[in-house]
């Protein structure tokens, strides 16, 4: 069970650490007071995950078990590797028999059993080239990406979803029946197109929001259970398109 932190730490370390002044802006001295005051900080360090996000998937997946049962896993937007790491021990993947394939534009230090391609996703290469690295068919798709910030919400949130929506149509083209899809959104609402497509393909499509999700964070997650199958789901678009004809 993924426990939240509260109270104290194991770490040792006190929590409610100043930075000094310095010459650090006060935004910055905020942000980084807040990241080693952060309890999921700490316990990401403990337990020897590269990121907190680890546990944003693990509690996730505590409610709606969607690692249970993963032979192959597609981790895109992976750096620094949280989720990949959670991937590969779920899946049992080892570099002589890779289960999990991953992909960022930014370095990512090796981890065992997982493939990493350091390029960008909306790359027209990208997809064949996972593909060919997960060695079969996945039966989830987790995506953590998100554009980089402007500072405008509006023009973020248009970015990212964008994003969101190519990993979903990645996913429907990839994923073995039964499978499922994760990926990183934002507050504001999840266009109505991508929605109507993945409840085509999914018997279950929800937006999440994990504890461990800061809760200023406008950051949600848009998750689709139970992949239909590409027959399938063709089929039901036939029936739909005749009855509205």
């Known amino acids: 069970m993924t426990k939240s932190p509260i109270g104290g730490n194991r770490s040792g370390r006190k929590l409610g650490q100043k930075v000094k002044k310095g010459k650090l802006k006060a935004s910055s001295r905020r942000w980084i007071e807040r990241h080693i005051n952060d309890p999921y900080v700490q316990r990401a360090q403990l337990e020897g995950y590269r990121a907190r996000a680890a546990f944003k998937l693990l509690e996730i997946d505590e409610k709606h078990k969607i690692l249970a049962g993963a032979r192959r896993i597609i981790d895109l937007g992976a750096a620094p590797g949280s989720w990949s790491q959670i991937a590969a021990k779920v899946t049992n993947s080892t570099d002589a028999d890779p289960r ?28 064949e080239m996972l593909k060919q690295a997960i060695g079969g068919t996945p039966d989830l798709v987790i995506s953590d990406m998100a554009a980089p910030t402007t500072g405008h919400r509006q023009t ?16 429907v083209d990839v994923l073995a029946k039964g499978g499922h899809f994760l990926a990183k959104t934002f507050q504001g609402g999840t266009e109505r197109d991508l929605l109507n497509m993945l409840k085509q ?45």
């Open 100 to 127: 999990v394939a991953a992909i960022d534009f930014l370095e990512m230090d090796p981890i065992p059993g997982v493939r990493f391609l350091q390029m960008d996703f909306l790359d027209p290469e990208a997809p």
């Open 201 to 245: 393909n999914f018997r279950q499509v929800i937006h999440v929001k994990p504890a461990s999700s800061r809760a200023e964070s406008v950051e949600m997650f848009l998750l689709a259970k139970d992949f239909k199958g590409r027959q399938a789901a063709d089929s039901e678009e036939t029936a739909e398109d005749a009855a509205a004809e």
């Open 156 to 171: 973020d949130h248009l970015r990212t979803m964008h994003l969101c929506e190519v990993a979903a149509h990645f996913a």
